[in-house]
T-cell receptor, first 112, second 111 residues
């Protein structure tokens, strides 16, 4: 199936460090979404981006919708142990569809 | 405000059987989408329903089907189960063209 190219695949960082992950696509998207998933649970929405160039923050999280509409990144500042989990990007090509294309996920581990 | 509710949380079925999973969206949400999540393929879109009509469909065989009721609740059905159908099945709901809220999923194991 179709997927976005998300990197890195995994990260192991020290508490307090900043984290950056990104997604790229060969297709243009109208919406980029970033989710976090904990084991045994569904993905939880972190940030939604609806316009090319948009930069949005949610606490220590910042995400941007790339100008080309083919990429997005997520930054986490001053990481804490509860940031541990799998982060997914998701893109939507059209505003009238619920079809999201997901990246493969970035597994984040934080060492206290 | 209640979130997206999926039932059951866990299910074990035998090859060849069929299964029905249920999803109750957030109140007021009319769009319901279904996804399959496996370690190998990640999150894959199954289908989306809006106002009781299938609006989009992913690349899954016809054994996978769904429907949506007038109260926006949705069900998905998988017939003639195969071992490869073992997965976490996730439902997401949304207001029109908004962001999507996921349920906790149904973990299906086919033996």
């Amino acid at each position: 199936g179709q997927q976005l190219n998300q990197s890195p695949q995994s990260m192991f960082i020290q508490e307090g460090e900043d984290v950056s992950m990104n997604c790229t696509s060969s297709s243009i998207f109208n919406t980029w979404l970033w989710y976090k998933q904990d084991p045994g649970e569904g993905p939880v929405l972190l940030i939604a981006l609806y316009k090319a160039g948009e930069l949005t923050s949610n606490g220590r999280l910042t995400a941007q919708f790339g100008i080309t509409r083919k990429d997005s990144f997520l930054n986490i500042s001053a990481s804490i142990p509860s940031d541990v989990g799998i982060y997914f990007c998701a893109g939507r090509g059209s505003s009238n569809t619920g079809k999201l294309i997901f990246g493969q996920g970035t597994t984040l581990q934080v060492k206290p | 405000k209640a979130g997206v509710t999926q039932t059951p949380r866990y299910l074990i079925k035998t090859r060849g059987q069929q299964v029905t999973l249920s999803c109750s969206p957030i109140s007021g949400h009319r769009s319901v989408s279904w996804y399959q999540q496996t370690p190998g393929q990640g999150l894959q879109f199954l289908f989306e329903y809006f106002s009781e009509t299938q609006r989009n469909k992913g690349n899954f065989p016809g054994r996978f089907s769904g429907r949506q009721f007038s109260n926006s609740r949705s069900e998905m059905n998988v017939s003639t189960l195969e071992l490869g159908d073992s997965a976490l099945y996730l439902c997401a709901s949304s207001l029109e063209a908004g962001s999507y809220t996921f349920g906790s999923g149904t973990r299906l194991t086919v033996v």
